[in-house]
Nanobody, 122 residues
Framework: VQLQASGGGLVQAGGSLRLSCAASGRTSSTYHMAWFRQAPGKERAFVAAISWAYSTLYVDSVKGRFTISRDNAKNTVYLQMDNLKSEDTAVYYC?????????????????WGKGTLVTVSS
């Protein structure tokens, strides 16, 4: 599975962005998908995940502000980010995991896309 993330950019605090992760491969719909982020000087951290059966999970800091979704017909996973805060500034990565749910450990992911930078100005 190959993953390509896009949609990052510069936004003011309180604003919104939608990240997309396009997956290639005929079996990508059977993978659990997740978003991670890495802020400067920090380790890569879990943000949100969606299972192949559409269950979702979020880190507490983004609950109520971020929404993960997937469109298997388009082989794409989305992360809608609303009410962005300066602490959301990071490089965001999408990743795929075949077997383990929830996929919250970055070391356990099978595939990674290149990151997309989100910068939130205060």
């Amino acid at each position: 599975v190959q993953l390509q993330a896009s949609g990052g950019g510069l936004v003011q605090a309180g604003g919104s962005l939608r990240l997309s992760c396009a997956a290639s491969g005929r079996t990508s719909s059977t993978y659990h998908m997740a978003w991670f982020r890495q802020a400067p000087g920090k380790e890569r951290a879990f943000v949100a995940a969606i299972s192949w059966a559409y269950s979702t999970l979020y880190v507490d800091s983004v609950k109520g502000r971020f929404t993960i979704s997937r469109d298997n017909a388009k082989n794409t996973v989305y992360l809608q980010m609303d009410n962005l805060k300066s602490e959301d500034t990071a490089v965001y990565y999408c990743a795929a995991e075949r077997n383990n749910w929830p996929p919250i450990n970055p070391n356990g992911m099978d595939y990674w896309g290149k990151g997309t930078l989100v910068t939130v100005s205060s």
